[in-house]
C-alpha cells in the first residue's frame, strides 16, 4: 500500500511539474499559449463533427427524425473553424465580457460596502477596499490584451507549486502516515 501511494505522491508531483510549465509559458508567452488553445480547442470541434457526420451517414440517420448528428456536425466543424481562424477575436470578447463582469462586481460591492458605512458597521472598510481592487482589476483587464491568459497563468504556477508542496510533504511522510 505503502508504493501504491508514494507512486501516486510522484504522480502527482509530475502533474504539478507540468501546471508548473503550461503556467510559465502561459505568463511568458500569451499570445502563443491562446494561438494554440485555440488551434487544440478547434481541432478537437472539427474532428468531433467530422466523427457525428460520419456517425450520420453510417447509421443511416437519414431516416430516424430524432437523429441530428449531420446538423450537430456541420456546426462543430463551424465552431472549430471560427476558434481556429478567429483565436483572437475571440480571447478579446471573452476578455471584455469578463473584465465588464468583474467592474461590475466591483461596482455592486462598493455600493454594498458604503451601505454598510451607513449603518455604522465596522467591516464596511475592508468591502471597501476590496471592492476598489476588484474594479480596478476589471478595468486592467480590459484594456490589456492578454491579461486573462496572464492571470490564468499566474493560477496555474500559484496552484502548481503549493501542490507540488503538498505532494512531497506527502511522498515524504507516507512512511509515517500509513504506521
Known amino acids: 500500500?505503502?508504493?501504491i501511494l508514494k507512486k501516486s505522491g510522484w504522480v502527482d508531483i509530475l502533474v504539478s511539474i507540468i501546471f508548473a510549465i503550461i503556467g510559465i509559458f502561459?505568463?511568458?508567452?500569451?499570445?502563443?499559449?491562446?494561438?494554440?488553445?485555440?488551434?487544440?480547442?478547434?481541432?478537437?470541434?472539427i474532428a468531433m463533427g467530422i466523427v457525428k457526420v460520419v456517425d450520420y451517414f453510417l447509421?443511416?440517420?437519414?431516416?430516424?427524425?430524432?437523429?441530428?448528428?449531420?446538423?450537430?456536425?456541420?456546426?462543430?466543424?463551424?465552431?472549430?473553424?471560427?476558434t481556429i481562424f478567429c483565436s483572437g477575436?475571440?480571447?478579446?470578447?471573452?476578455?471584455?465580457?469578463?473584465?465588464l463582469?468583474?467592474?461590475?462586481?466591483?461596482?455592486?460591492?462598493?455600493?454594498?460596502?458604503?451601505?454598510?458605512h451607513t449603518a455604522q458597521i465596522n467591516m464596511w472598510n475592508v468591502s471597501l477596499i476590496l471592492s476598489i481592487i476588484m474594479i480596478i482589476g476589471g478595468i486592467y483587464m480590459l484594456f490589456?490584451?492578454?491579461?486573462?491568459?496572464?492571470?490564468?497563468?499566474?493560477?496555474?504556477?500559484?496552484?502548481?507549486?503549493?501542490?507540488?508542496?503538498?505532494?512531497?510533504?506527502?511522498?515524504k511522510y507516507v512512511d509515517e502516515l500509513m504506521d
Not at 461590475?104 to 460596502?113: A, D, E, K, P
Not at 490589456?144 to 511522498?171: H, K, P, R, W
Open 144 to 171: 490589456q490584451n492578454g491579461a486573462l491568459v496572464l492571470t490564468i497563468g499566474i493560477i496555474m504556477l500559484v496552484y502548481s507549486i503549493i501542490d507540488l508542496i503538498e505532494s512531497v510533504i506527502f511522498v
Open 89 to 99: 477575436l475571440i480571447e478579446s470578447m471573452f476578455r471584455i465580457i469578463l473584465a
Open 26 to 45: 502561459m505568463i511568458v508567452k500569451t499570445d502563443s499559449a491562446v494561438k494554440i488553445i485555440s488551434y487544440v480547442l478547434g481541432g478537437i470541434f
Open 1 to 3: 500500500m505503502k508504493d
Open 59 to 82: 447509421s443511416k440517420g437519414k431516416y430516424d427524425f430524432y437523429n441530428y448528428d449531420l446538423i450537430y456536425g456541420i456546426i462543430a466543424v463551424i465552431i472549430g473553424l471560427v
Open 101 to 116: 463582469w468583474i467592474i461590475y462586481s466591483g461596482l455592486m460591492r462598493l455600493s454594498l460596502s458604503l451601505k454598510l
